[in-house]
């Protein structure tokens, strides 16, 4: 399912959309066979007599409730989890009932890294870690699907748009920004404002 444009800004574009790897998934699946497999077998080992509907109902209402908690609601945190790179930023969202995200725009990003144990290389999954200039910490995103290929990808967004703006990449870390070396020639917009768009110019000290 494409990501809503209405959260985009009108010269954005979607890059890519990602939910977490499909391995995230995996156990619930699991968990999901075994109940099914368990509830067939609970019902047909009740005992024949007057209350044999009565009791297989009562062991499937428990297989569902079961199944709601440790099948559904994985299965809805993995589906509403989204990892979204567009022309201006980086953007995380996760949540069922209540939402928690983060967005960070490719001009504040310093770095950007990923990580893979052994067995997430097998199955092409990691951990990506962007640095930000100023406050707010790093932003970690878990179990990403091709975690190398999404680093790759966020340093070359990030260099094309330093590129843009005529600033070397990478840009300085945090405390190391110098109004003074910002030359907006006079009426110029602000770098800052938005997701830093508009004509600016990074002059080297």
């Keep these: 399912m ?9 010269d ?3 890059v890519t959309h990602l939910h977490p790897h499909w391995l995230t998934v995996f156990w619930p699946v699991v968990r999901l066979l ?15 007599g007057p209350d044999q509907g009565l009791v297989r109902l009562v062991v499937v209402a428990l297989a569902l409730v079961l199944a709601l908690v440790l099948v559904g609601v994985p299965l809805l945190r993995w589906r509403t989890t989204h990892y979204v790179v567009t022309t201006h930023r980086l953007l995380w ?9 983060r967005d960070v725009g490719l001009f504040r990003i310093t770095d950007v890294h990923f990580r893979q144990s052994l067995g997430e290389r097998l199955v092409r999954s990691g951990t990506v870690t962007i640095e930000t200039a100023g406050e707010g910490g790093a932003t970690v995103l878990q179990r990403v699907p091709d975690s ?4 790759q990808l966020v340093a070359q967004l990030v260099e094309e748009d330093a590129e843009r703006r005529g600033r070397g990449w990478p ?3 945090p405390g190391q920004w110098d ?3 910002w030359d907006d ?3 110029e917009p602000d770098p800052w404002d938005g997701y830093g768009r508009g004509r600016t110019r990074f002059r080297s000290s």
Excluded: K, M, N
């Excluded at 075994?34 to 024949?48: D, H, I, N, R």
């Excluded at 969202?93 to 995200?101: E, H, W």
């Design 2 to 10: 494409p990501y809503p444009d209405r959260l985009l800004a009108d």
């Design 12 to 14: 954005e574009e979607v």
């Design 34 to 48: 075994l109940l099914v497999a368990l509830a067939s077998f609970g019902c047909s080992v009740v005992p024949a």
């Design 93 to 101: 969202r996760v949540g069922v009932l209540s939402r928690t995200g």
């Design 148 to 151: 190398e290929g999404v680093q």
């Design 171 to 173: 840009p300085p870390g």
């Design 179 to 181: 109004d003074a070396q």
């Design 185 to 187: 020639g006079g009426d």
